[in-house]
């Protein structure tokens, strides 16, 4: 089942798909939380790895590391909120049909 197939029905969790002109090679898979569900990210993390399924948010941003904060920057704002939205999946394909 294709990823954004078992979300689809989803309110809250969305998927990010590829664009007319690209092909994605699926190498990281990754959930977007909707904004009523960002504040409750931390918990779900926490349920996931619990159950054995390794979920972690993503990688901190150049510009939010202490010896990034200095330097010029144009507006990040969407990569603060995407910092906020987005869990990253295990993503492999020995994982079968378990998620």
Do not use: K
């Amino acid at each position: 089942m294709a990823l954004s197939a078992a979300f689809q029905d989803s309110e809250y969790i969305s998927c990010f798909m590829e664009s007319t002109e690209v092909r994605s090679n699926y190498w990281l898979s990754a959930l977007i939380l909707d904004a009523s569900t960002q504040q409750r990210m931390d918990a779900l993390l926490a349920l996931t790895n619990d159950e054995g399924i390794m979920t972690r948010p993503l990688w901190i941003p150049l510009h939010q590391q202490t010896m990034y904060t200095r330097c010029p920057r144009m507006d990040l704002s969407v990569t603060d909120n995407l910092v906020q939205s987005v869990i990253n999946i295990p993503s492999s394909a020995s994982l079968g049909g378990r998620l």
